[in-house]
């Protein structure tokens, strides 16, 4: 069993940066792919990126492509999620997620398990 916490949201104002955190226990964090999704309020939750164990292998969806960046570090068992130039539009709540796989996925159902999620707000 694996355990997700997140951390790092917060209050921002468009055009600024936020960096997400997010620390796993409980089972081998560098065999698996990890990623981020978002949901925001009266939205289903959408894919926001993903990154191979080895961290070399980063997908992201295109709304967030050059904004956003994703990073690991293993050892720590941790993955970022680094945003600049947030858009009103990033307002969320952004979970972090580890995928039953090292493949690298956008799937929702090959991540199978989830932080609580945190808050992210950009006021324009």
């Known amino acids: 069993q694996v355990q997700l916490v997140e951390s790092g949201g917060g209050l921002v104002q468009a055009g600024g940066s936020l960096r997400l955190s997010c620390a796993a226990s409980?089972?081998?964090?560098?065999?698996?792919?990890m990623g981020w999704f978002r949901q925001a309020p009266g939205k289903e939750r959408e894919f926001v990126g993903a990154?191979?164990?080895?961290?070399?292998?980063?997908l992201y969806t295109d709304s967030v492509k050059g904004r956003f960046t994703l990073s690991r570090v293993n050892a720590e068992k941790t993955v970022y999620l680094q945003m600049n130039s947030l858009k009103p539009e990033d307002t969320a709540a952004y979970y972090c997620?580890?995928?039953?796989?090292?493949?690298?996925?956008?799937?929702?159902?090959?991540?199978?398990?989830w932080g609580q999620g945190t808050q992210v707000t950009v006021s324009s």
């Open positions: 409980g089972r081998t964090f560098s065999s698996y792919t």
């Open positions: 997620a580890l995928a039953a796989t090292p493949a690298l996925t956008r799937r929702t159902a090959d991540f199978t398990s």
């Open positions: 990154i191979d164990p080895t961290g070399a292998i980063r």
